[in-house]
């Protein structure tokens, strides 16, 4: 709902609107779901200017429908598939992350999660040469870690700190804050991250549910709803932008003990392909970790991968 | 502005009037004046100013920077450089760590009863206050206590250990000497801040009121939650409040560490987890509190010999290492011959050790 101001368009003016409020009508909606000759009954308007402006409001504020042939189009074009730099991880995600989805990654804690997006952040920025933002929520983000991966893919000095700059870490540790930034980034953060040269590729936040959980359930009313608006923010980011979104999630334990994700039934929409990751039991302090296909559009769902999540490799 | 109506931190009943009014954008708000605000949505007069000002708090230079100013990973690198670690004086758990106990993390050490929690933890209190020419942080600590259980007579003989430590490691250097001269044992109590805590409500008072404190005192670089157990297991009904109010804790805890540069250290306790008819061990207040922390150590027993794994890190292997408890506090084992594998394959979680850390141990 817009509502109707001096100057939204031409012929709409401070006594224009005055007439109409007078009317009860304040705001697009309300105007262009009227009929004109009715208005110019009521209120002192001519009803040329009425029709004018009303044929103007529509003109800006329709949504038009596109054909599917175009949409595919365009999807084939500018859609990428980014590697996450381990093959096995590629395999289940049917060769990597899709640029203009959500994917998400859950588990328990010291499952791994983070390493995977440390991982697929060096890959980007190194392999890829790409711009990649982090959003860190839980002060895991440790660029020692980083250097520690690039210094075992490359051992030039200059290639490092070329990759390292290219990975940009923004941290915040609250739902609003999270949603400042993401509106920031949608505005105005990524074009200008784009034309400093290298566009961005993927967006990674870890985690999701370290700002969201305190606020859903018992007697909150607004966690529901702040939820939705991160899951619409990502998507439209990963949609507008051509962005992959990688996402981190904690996991809850089902009625019959089984591990799934946090969050709950409204947030699984949100990501396009989940993968659980999960520690071998009995292995001890191994390195070893299994992935598991969750939620997927393009693959069977239950595929299992073992990986060495210790990325020196 | 961009920030749209609803993602902004207002009281739910004043956002819905808002929306219903046809606000939909922050800059559709900006140039109301209260009075007008007042009118076309309905609210009261004192709402409609809160709303205002935080508008324009919002778009203050610094708020702004702070949602929108990126680091680069490069820049990271520099910063983690120059903030270090809090060393242990075991050196083979501040190998594990990576040089210590990282400053700007949080980091949880579980553990059952008498195995060290609050050793290490005092220790840490004291060894943040090493000179900076000795290789450590010349902070001072903040410790709060919810059980009770810091002794000053145990911190006492740890500063002493210290202090002889340092005297050891002193070459002719003359800002050693002169660091030397003013690291006494009366000085490294009174670089101590101590906070007793007698329930949930104190404790999440006191971490609210935490910012201003670490503002008005720029030099502290710890801070010790011991334990943050123990508040919550008792009186509790509601689990998922109690959940609820923990991540949010630990969410405010990891703000205070990254934007204050400080370590956080929370202690916790073990519980019992039984499933498929085995017991086993686990760190207490369930398992989304696992993901709080960026760091978590497990202390344990395995016969009798005390032994720390690292279980979750972002930026180290697992590892696990044997430490011990003497009279100077908080040190390595000395080397000794490797148990035979048939005698270390289970360990004991009911060693019931008794909890004499004075007496064990005497090296």
Sequence with gaps: MVILREGICPGVNEEFIKALQSEDIKTVEDFVSCNPEELAQKCSLSYKALVAVRRVLLAQYTAFPVSGADLYEELLSSTAILSTGNPSLDKLLDSGLYTGEITELAGSPGSGKTQVCFSVAVNISHQLKQTVFYIDTKGGMCANRLLQMLQSKTPNMEEQMEALQKIKVLRVFDVFSLLACLQNLRSNGLQKASVGGGSVKALMVDSVSAVLSSMLGGKQNEGMSLLMQVAGELKMIAKDFNIAVLVTNHVTKDGNGHLKAGLGQSWSHGPRTRVLLQRIEGAGTSSLRTATLTKSSRQITGFEERNDLIMDK | ?363
């Design chain 2, 1 to 363: 502005m961009h920030r749209t109506v609803p993602s902004l931190p207002l009281a739910p009943s004043v956002k819905v009037k808002l929306i219903n009014a046809g606000f939909q954008v922050a800059s559709d708000l900006i140039d109301m004046r209260p009075l007008q605000l007042c009118k076309e949505v309905g609210i009261s007069q004192q709402e409609a100013v809160e709303v205002l000002q935080m508008l324009r708090d919002d778009g203050q230079p610094h708020q702004q920077r702070a949602a929108t100013e990126s680091l680069t990973a490069l820049d990271l690198l520099h910063q983690e450089q120059a903030l270090g670690s809090i060393v242990t004086f075991c050196s083979a758990l501040d190998d594990a760590l990576g040089g210590g106990l990282p400053v700007g993390k949080t980091t949880e050490i579980c553990g059952a009863p008498g195995v060290g929690k609050t050793q290490l933890c005092m220790q840490l209190a004291v060894d943040v206050q090493i000179p900076v020419c000795f290789g450590g942080l010349g902070g001072k600590a903040l410790y709060i206590d919810t059980e009770g259980s810091f002794l000053v007579q145990r911190v006492a003989d740890m500063a002493e250990a210290a202090v002889q430590h340092c005297t050891l490691l002193a070459e002719d250097t003359e800002k050693k000497i002169q660091a030397l001269e003013e690291l006494t044992v009366e000085k490294i109590l009174s670089n101590i801040f101590l906070v007793r805590c007698h329930d949930y409500v104190e404790l999440l008072a006191e971490v609210y009121l935490l910012p201003d404190f670490l503002s008005e005192h720029p030099e502290v670089r710890l801070v010790v939650i011991d334990s943050i157990a123990f508040p919550f297991r008792h009186d509790f009904e509601d689990l998922s409040q109690r959940t609820r109010l923990l991540n949010g804790l630990a969410q405010q805890l990891i703000q205070l560490a990254t934007q204050h540069s400080v370590a956080v250290v929370l202690t916790n306790q073990m519980t019992t987890r039984v499933s498929n008819g085995q017991s086993k061990l686990v760190p207490a207040l369930g398992e989304s509190w696992g993901h709080a922390a960026t760091q978590r150590l497990i202390l344990h027993w395995e016969g009798l010999r005390r032994l720390a794994s690292l279980y979750k890190s972002p930026s180290q292997m697992e590892a696990t290492i044997q430490y011990q408890i003497t009279v100077q506090g908080f040190r390595d084992a000395p080397d000794e011959p490797r148990p035979t594998p048939a005698t270390s394959a289970v360990s004991s979680p009911s060693g019931n050790h008794s909890k004499h850390p004075r007496m064990e141990d005497r090296s």
